[in-house]
């Protein structure tokens, strides 16, 4: 399974996330080059966020630094905010030919299109079933939208609402609120643009 397909709420609409993983012994070996390519494609249509889990991200450490550590095993990812840019990665991915593996998360019919625009079919699909469980002591609805923007768990609900507070007493701007959380989501698919959009809400 993928930790980006546990998103939940409402400005879904636009959003695409893309993660290239090698295949470790099957594919990974001098694969720098064709992830490189992978990452410039990525960039060159102006993702929200981007990262790679090992290195880090846009906000911690950036393209050169990222590319600097490039290993064959090395997995990328990003998140898109613009359909169209979206679209437009995907169709010079699929030119490119890289020979590794690209998950394309999104609601259904969004990542469906968005294949089909760069001519592929999908070959497999994966559904999040939801929370399961005790549900008592979950945050509300809107932090979840946040929270479940980093797959891995790394922005708290207890930041969320600081932040949001923050936001509310002006004490720091929306952007530049939803920036720093996502310096913490490692690999790179918290969606800043989203997260500025719901802490507004919030406060």
Known sequence: MTHSLHRIGPHLDQEIIFILTPSKGVNSEGAEEKIKKFLDIIVSHDPVHYGDDR???????????????????TNIHA?????????????????????????????????????KSAGIQYHSVE???????????????????????????????NLIQAMADAVRNKEKSAKKAAEEMARLCLCGIFNTERAALILRELA
């Open 127 to 157: 559904h999040s079933l939801g929370i399961w469980g005790n549900k008592k002591r979950l945050p509300d609805n809107k932090t979840l939208e946040i929270l479940t923007m980093c797959g891995h768990g790394l922005v708290s609900a």
């Open 55 to 73: 290195t880090g991200n846009r906000y911690t450490a950036g393209y050169e630094k990222i590319t600097e550590n490039l290993e064959g095993i």
């Open 79 to 115: 998140v898109f905010n613009d359909f169209e840019k979206a679209k437009k990665a995907l169709r010079k991915i699929v030119d490119a030919d890289l020979g590794l593996s690209v998950v394309v998360s999104g609601l259904f019919d969004k990542a469906e299109a968005c294949c």
